[in-house]
């Protein structure tokens, strides 16, 4: 007879829960006033602000896909000389073959062998050079003394 009893008031319960939440939905529609879609739309004047009204059609602008750019522009592909970089041997061991040269733009240290060199040159020596990635970073090749 108890469980009886329990089951009931579980059930008076729910019911009253389920009441409650019913008058409270009714509550927030009634206060919201019932906003329409077009109440909650936000449009964007031509400088990127948050308005409420919608943008003139006569001021569009026509934008040409061509004119669109993506990433930054190059100026221009260096040519010979220029393309190589430029740099000075800081340590050169003509032993073992092998040195590095400090790139003047980077400033990063770049191995280089006696192989990639037009001829051999001492430490201090300013120099011409390309630069390719090799197993353990970057090596310098067609290395040449710069011009005065």
């Known amino acids: 007879m108890a469980d009886s009893w329990n089951k009931k008031e579980r059930e008076k319960k729910k019911q009253q829960n389920k009441k409650e939440k019913e008058e409270r939905k009714k509550e927030r529609k009634e206060s919201s006033g019932g906003k329409s879609l077009n109440d ?33 522009p190059r100026d ?14 800081t340590f050169f061991n003509s032993i073992k073959g092998f040195g590095f040269i400090r790139d003047q733009r980077t400033k990063e240290s770049i191995f280089v062998h006696v192989n990639d060199m037009e001829e051999q040159l001492p430490e201090n020596t300013k120099v011409l050079f390309d630069v390719e990635s090799g197993p353990k970073g970057l090596n310098a090749v067609r290395v040449k003394k710069a011009p005065l």
Request: glycine letters at 6%; proline letters at 9%.
């Open 40 to 72: 909650m739309i936000a449009w964007l004047d031509e400088n990127g602000n948050i308005s409420s009204t919608p943008p003139d059609p006569s001021r569009k602008q026509e934008v040409k896909l061509e004119d669109i750019e993506i990433s930054v």
């Open 76 to 89: 221009r592909i260096p040519e010979g000389d220029e393309a190589m970089r430029q740099g000075v041997i």
